[in-house]
């Protein structure tokens, strides 16, 4: 199986920590960058873009997809990545010989796969995310706030089900910063020693 993985353009094999928590915090910001954008936009032009507005995150969505994939095409990069000079390149099963000091031998590019899913983790899996979160926070708002409503061994399997799952699944995503952290200070550690 393929992977991408991220290569300092400066000449180091790996970018440093710090690079890449840099790279993570910028992309983070991308978002509500874009929706102060759409919303400049439509308060100077309410009749024709005030639509917008009610479909925001949607826009945002479509505004990001083409941005990131021309940054993936260009540049084997996210715009973040490329911002701070880090690639992608493509190792396969076959590259576990490759010389990743040496970045002229590294093959550039990224095989159309690897582009498609590295635009789907980047951005339908964060706005996935935003709207399973959006969905849940709604469940609980209007159990908490109808009595009437059914008891969660009542609800109906399915929203059972999406509970279940979106409690467990979305403490992943949350904890993958901080395997991070402790695997810089792990190698940091052991590189001292």
Same mark, same amino acid.
């Given at each position: 199986?393929?992977?991408?993985?991220?290569? @300092?353009?400066?000449?180091?094999?790996?970018?440093?920590?710090?690079?890449?928590?840099?790279?993570?915090?910028?992309?983070?910001?991308?978002?509500?960058?874009?929706?102060?954008?759409?919303?400049?936009?439509?308060?100077?032009?309410?009749?024709?873009?005030?639509?917008?507005?009610?479909?925001?995150?949607?826009?945002?969505?479509?505004?990001?997809?083409?941005?990131?994939?021309?940054?993936?095409?260009?540049?084997?990069?996210?715009?973040?990545?490329?911002?701070?000079?880090?690639?992608?390149?493509?190792?396969?099963?076959? @590259?576990? @010989?490759?010389?990743?000091?040496?970045?002229?031998?590294?093959?550039?590019?990224?095989?159309?796969?690897?582009?498609?899913?590295?635009?789907?983790?980047?951005?339908?899996?964060?706005?996935?995310?935003?709207?399973?979160?959006?969905?849940?926070?709604?469940?609980?708002?209007?159990?908490?706030?109808?009595?009437?409503?059914?008891?969660?061994?009542?609800?109906?399997?399915?929203?059972?089900?999406?509970?279940?799952?979106?409690?467990?699944?979305?403490?992943?995503?949350?904890?993958?910063?901080?395997?991070?952290?402790?695997?810089?200070?792990?190698?940091?550690?052991?590189?001292?020693?």
């Amino acid at each position: 199986m393929d992977a991408a993985h991220l290569l @300092d353009v400066a000449g180091a094999a790996e970018p440093s920590f710090f690079e890449l928590a840099s790279q993570r915090s910028m992309a983070l910001v991308l978002g509500p960058a874009l929706k102060y954008l759409v919303t400049v936009l439509a308060s100077w032009r309410p009749r024709e873009l005030g639509r917008l507005l009610g479909r925001i995150d949607e826009v945002i969505l479509v505004v990001e997809y083409f941005l990131q994939r021309h940054y993936l095409r260009e540049h084997a990069a996210t715009l973040a990545e490329n911002f701070y000079g880090l690639k992608r390149v493509s190792l396969s099963p076959n @590259d576990g @010989d490759l010389d990743l000091g040496n970045v002229d031998a590294v093959p550039s590019g990224l095989t159309a796969r690897q582009r498609a899913l590295s635009l789907f983790f980047t951005v339908m899996g964060p706005y996935l995310a935003k709207k399973a979160e959006a969905y849940h926070v709604a469940l609980t708002r209007n159990r908490n706030h109808d009595n009437s409503a059914p008891a969660p061994e009542n609800a109906p399997r399915l929203v059972q089900a999406f509970r279940r799952v979106f409690l467990k699944g979305s403490a992943i995503p949350r904890a993958r910063p901080l395997d991070r952290v402790l695997l810089f200070l792990l190698l940091l550690c052991c590189a001292v020693l």
